[in-house]
């Protein structure tokens, strides 16, 4: 296959400069020694992006590797799709103790669905046990899982609940989510500031007004 029919091929909006070709017979990309034209495909739909960007020129060196960088940081942010909570989630005779369990300030980075871009913020659990206790590094690596996926804030929240329902079944349960959305504080209607607080509540959390008071409040403490 000449140059010319693998550019088109492999990189149908990528203009090939003569500098590209680094190796006989070879599509090699310019500041990427190693990748080919076979190389991962989303690698060149980032290309096509920098491509598209007036202004800029997606060969200069400082953009050569962004293609595979960005990609790599898409797949940090969507890892959460490739953790099976099957393997994950370990449960213990919580021993008598019936009292709220409250695990706050889960640092959490998520990828909104809806410009790609990211909110960040924290994640609380109350829970009261019937029975079980949960590993408390658990309940941050749950928040991760589902995090770290293409999300919108309310459905995140539900998803974690749903999992610590499932695993846990505690005799209530309270998921709270603040999160900036830098869709929303740094491009559109830039409301800098801005926070989201979301809530999944359940079983006894839910139906005891003071129950669930006590778990907003222990939520709500700040630390020392
Ligand atoms: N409810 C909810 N909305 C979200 C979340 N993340 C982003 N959004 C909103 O999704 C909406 C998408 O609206 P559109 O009008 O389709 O997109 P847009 O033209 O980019 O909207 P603007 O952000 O207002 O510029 C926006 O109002 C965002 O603020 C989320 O987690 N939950
Ligand atoms: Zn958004």
């Known amino acids: 296959m000449t140059r ?3 550019t088109a091929k492999y990189y149908p909006n990528y203009t090939l400069s003569p500098g590209a070709m680094k190796k006989d017979g070879d599509l090699v990309l ?9 190389a991962n495909p ?13 202004g800029e020129d997606p060969e200069r060196e400082g953009l050569a590797d962004t293609p595979r960088r960005a990609a790599e940081a898409i797949d940090e942010f969507t890892r959460g799709y490739e953790i099976d909570l099957n393997d994950l989630f370990r449960t213990f ?9 409250t695990v706050r300030n889960v640092p959490l980075y998520s990828l909104c669905e809806h410009h790609l871009l990211p909110f960040i913020g924290t994640a609380h659990v109350s829970y009261i046990p019937d029975g079980r206790i949960v590993g408390l590094s658990k309940i941050a690596r749950v928040v991760d899982t589902f995090a770290r996926r293409l999300q919108v ?3 995140l929240t539900i998803e974690i609940a749903d999992a610590i329902e499932k695993y846990l079944t505690p005799a209530g349960l309270l998921v709270m989510i603040e999160a900036e959305h830098l869709c929303m504080t740094v491009r559109g209607v830039q409301a800098p500031g801005t926070t989201t607080i979301t809530t999944a509540v359940r079983g006894r959390i839910r139906e005891q007004q003071t129950t669930r008071a006590e778990a907003v409040s222990a939520i709500g403490m700040r630390s020392q």
Not at 30 to 38: K, L, Q, R, S
Not at 42 to 54: D, E, M, Q, V
């Open 4 to 6: 010319e029919q693998k």
């Open 30 to 38: 310019i500041g990427h020694p190693n990748e080919t034209a076979t």
């Open 42 to 54: 989303r690698h060149s739909a980032f290309r096509s992006i920098l491509a598209g960007i007036t």
């Open 153 to 155: 804030q309310e459905r």
């Open 93 to 101: 005779d919580s021993a008598g103790y019936d009292e709220m369990v």
